[in-house]
């Protein structure tokens, strides 16, 4: 069987993965558009931070793919499918036969009307404008950055504020310009956000919120940015970070189904061909596009299945978790978050506000167990309530010890049961990372190589460190500690004697 894979990002590599994994007698082709293989995406905005070495994102090198008879042509975009001769063309005038096309394009950014904006017709921003979705935009700003003094990131949300602070810790000095009233507002409630403004000010980041770019200043480079208020942020970079879109446009053209994204049921096949595939960003699966690495992965897996057994694998939707990657901001939103039905049954909304100290838990349990939660200003919090989310058991009934952070049982990584996923976007348990340090995985680089644990957004690496801290010998001991260390250094050290 042909298998030709579009696209050869995060979700394509993880499907290619799978299916290599168990595979027998399939033809594996990766068409990727971008020209340097498959790399983390996620770590980009720590590449920018100057967090994560540049070299460090690569997925698998060219050796990985040939042991596993794998073809892949990076560089390629395809521009055509043609699903009558089942075959698709690259811009470079090459074709490739299929059998099954897994369609993994990913999503494009967002790019509002703003006048000036756009240098010419061809659609190339003006210089010193950015986006930030490929490994090419990241090095690009990073060589804007290098002599920047005054930094405008257009778009409050996630993407916006870690490029925002990851820009801030480079020198120039950044202003974060966002339509809505509320930063992160798809992920907080009200009071949340406030208190992330606040957190956000005293990093040194002024936020003009409720705020319109209307257009671009200069003419052969951004020398600002003019509000709907009609005054202007002077700056010499822009970076325009407002989300991004599924990329449908093969699709379209291929007159597959589309709405936001490619539509597809829960084998992940589209719904108008059996044959055609959709995962990662560019898929929208029960009116959901998800634009998350986990749902990415999970969809992989499943398209894997559908495409060899012949039985179709069975995706019923994730439950997700929003991290911000910025130093400094310690948050965490999932789930219900907005509703405020105090008095709905069965409902309870407990609350922790501290503005002072940057702090903000809010918790929305239904019948007893956590459908919601936002973490800001404290990062066992954080990792305590992700846990009862993902658990979804019943909470213990002193709600306020989870607000704060206190000792909840079965709420410490190193407590956690077996079968609790620890890394969620590769579904890697805490059993499976006991079992790696059993057989000799002493530091969290080691327990990647060996389960792919922290190889998607990262965030569970100081759970991964406080669990190879409470190795067998240790479980027991008295006056545990939490890993503190940084994501980095958690990565690069070892864990010796059960402590960190
Ligand atoms: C800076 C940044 C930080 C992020 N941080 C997080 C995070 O912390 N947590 C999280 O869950 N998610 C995060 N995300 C989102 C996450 O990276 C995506 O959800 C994930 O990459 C989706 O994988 P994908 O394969 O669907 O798309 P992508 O990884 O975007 O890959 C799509 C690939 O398809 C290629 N392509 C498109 N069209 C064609 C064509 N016609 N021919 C050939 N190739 C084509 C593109 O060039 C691209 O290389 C972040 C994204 C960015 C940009």
Redesign the pocket.
């Known amino acids: 069987m042909r298998v030709v894979v ?7 590599t993880r499907f290619v993965e799978e299916l290599t994994g168990n595979s027998a007698g399939v033809e594996v082709t990766v ?4 020209p340097r293989g498959s790399y983390n ?2 770590l ?2 720590s590449v920018l931070a100057g967090d994560y070495p540049r070299d460090g994102i690569w997925t698998h090198d060219a050796g990985w793919y040939r042991d596993r008879g794998v073809t892949v042509r990076d560089g ?4 055509g499918i043609d699903r009558a001769a089942s075959l698709v063309t690259g811009a470079d005038g090459s074709r490739f036969g299929y059998d099954r096309l897994v369609l ?4 494009v950014p967002n790019v509002p009307p703003v006048a000036g904006l756009r240098a010419d017709r061809s659609g190339g921003l003006l210089a010193g404008c950015h986006t ?3 490994l090419a935009d990241c090095e690009a700003l990073l060589a804007d950055a290098r002599h920047a003094r005054r930094a405008v990131v257009v778009g409050g949300g996630v ?1 916006g504020l ?1 490029v925002a602070r990851a820009l801030s810790e480079r020198g120039p000095t950044v202003r974060v310009v966002h339509r809505s009233g509320a930063l992160m507002d798809a992920q907080l409630d009200p009071d949340g956000a406030a208190v992330l403004r606040r957190t956000v000010d005293e990093l040194g980041i002024g936020c003009h919120l409720s705020t319109v770019a209307r257009a671009v200043a200069g003419r052969d480079r951004v020398t600002g940015v003019v509000l709907d208020s009609g005054s202007t942020l002077d700056c010499d970079l822009l970076v325009v970070a407002c989300g991004i879109k599924p ?1 449908t ?2 699709a379209t053209g291929a007159e597959l189904a589309t709405r936001r994204g490619v539509l597809v049921d829960d084998a992940m096949r589209s719904v108008t061909d059996q044959r055609v595939l959709a ?4 898929a929208e699966h029960r009116g959901r596009a ?5 749902p ?1 992965f999970e969809q992989a897996a499943v398209a894997a299945r559908t495409v060899l057994a012949g039985a179709p694998g069975r995706y019923s939707g994730s439950r997700t978790v929003t ?1 911000l ?1 910025a130093r400094g901001v310690e948050l965490a939103s999932m789930g219900e978050v907005a509703p405020e039905p105090y008095d709905e049954d069965g409902v309870e909304v407990v609350k922790l506000i501290d503005p002072a100290r940057g702090r903000y838990v809010k918790l929305v349990i239904r019948n007893g167990r956590l459908v919601g939660a936002v973490a800001l200003g404290d990062a066992d919090v954080a990792a305590s309530v992700t846990v009862a989310y993902d658990r979804r058991s019943i909470l213990p009934p002193d709600r306020v010890r989870l607000l704060s952070g206190g000792e909840q049982p079965g709420t410490d990584p190193a407590d956690l049961s077996d079968a609790t996923a620890v890394c969620r ?1 590769n579904a890697v348990t805490a059993g499976q990372i006991r079992t790696s340090a059993g057989r000799g995985a002493r530091s969290v680089a080691a327990v990647a190589r060996e389960t792919k644990a922290t190889t ?2 990262g965030s569970c690496r100081s759970a991964v460190a406080a669990l190879l801290a409470a190795r067998p010998a240790q479980r027991a001991a008295p006056n545990r500690r939490r890993c503190t260390l940084s994501d980095d250094r958690c990565d690069e050290e070892r864990v010796p004697g059960g402590r960190t």
């Open positions: 579009v696209g050869h990002g995060m979700a394509a068409l990727g558009g971008e995406r996620v980009l905005t390629i975009q395809v521009t993994a394009t990913g999503g930030f979705q490929t993407l870690e990329d446009a093969l995962i990662g960003d560019c998800y634009g998350l690495v986990e990415a991290r990657k976007c998607g957004c």
